[in-house]
Each structure stands twice: as C-alpha cells, then as structure tokens.
Nanobody
Framework: QLQLVESGGALVQPGGSLRLSCAAS????????IGWFRQAPGKEREGVSC????????NYADSLKGRFTIPRDNAKNTVYLQMNNLKAEDAAVYYC?????????????????????WGQGTPVTLSS
C-alpha cells in the first residue's frame, strides 16, 4: 500500500528555519516525482516544490526560490522540505504528494492533479 507521511510541522518564529519530512512506504522514490504543496486557511492549495524520480531535478515556486530546498534521502526513502527565513505568509498546512512524470531528471510542480497519492499534511504556524 502506497503511503506518504509528513512530519516536522511546528510553531516557529519569523526568520526561523524548519525541516519537514515526507516518508514514503510501499514504493521507492526512484519511480515517482515528489511534490510539496501548501494550503493556508481560506486559500487554494498551491505548489511549493518538486524533486524528480532520479533526484537530480528540482523545481520551486518563483516566490520561494532561495529560501526553500528539497533534499532527498534514498536510504530512508524520505524527501524533505528545508525552509529558511520563514515569513508570516509561509504559515499553512504542508502536504507532500507522489506522481509519475515522464522525465527522470526533471519535474513540474503543476498541475497538482498529476500527483495521485497525498499525505495527510503537517501544519506550520508562525508566531506573531
């Protein structure tokens, strides 16, 4: 059974850092693109980042480039989202998702409908 479990969400101060984890089970990352998405209250779910099935290709939402990275640990079958210099607008529930994409060395974040398996989400809250 394919499963994704996110963890690492927390209350953090603006300017701080946080690393989210997305642990995959029932499949190996070698065959799937992994994407990170987020949804703030009252807003649509938006794409954050993706990493290709080979692990060599990554992509980021333009507004997040330079602050977020998406490393992967094949031995742990886990993808991370490293978030630095967090801002109030980064507060949201963060989801990871898995989907098949045709090119192992590149990935696209959107459309989100190309991701068929989703985790339950982990909340990130920014303190005022």
């Amino acid at each position: 059974q394919l499963q994704l479990v996110e963890s690492g969400g927390a209350l953090v101060q603006p300017g701080g850092s946080l690393r989210l984890s997305c642990a995959a089970s029932g499949f190996t990352l070698d065959y799937y693109t992994i994407g990170w998405f987020r949804q703030a209250p009252g807003k649509e779910r938006e794409g954050v980042s993706c990493i290709s099935s080979s692990g060599s290709g990554t992509n980021y939402a333009d507004s997040l480039k330079g602050r977020f990275t998406i490393p992967r640990d094949n031995a742990k079958n886990t993808v991370y989202l490293q978030m630095n210099n967090l801002k109030a607008e980064d507060a949201a529930v963060y989801y990871c998702a898995a989907g098949w994409q045709p090119y192992p060395a590149m990935c696209t974040i959107l459309p989100k409908e190309q991701y068929g398996f989703w985790g339950q989400g982990t909340p990130v809250t920014l303190s005022s």
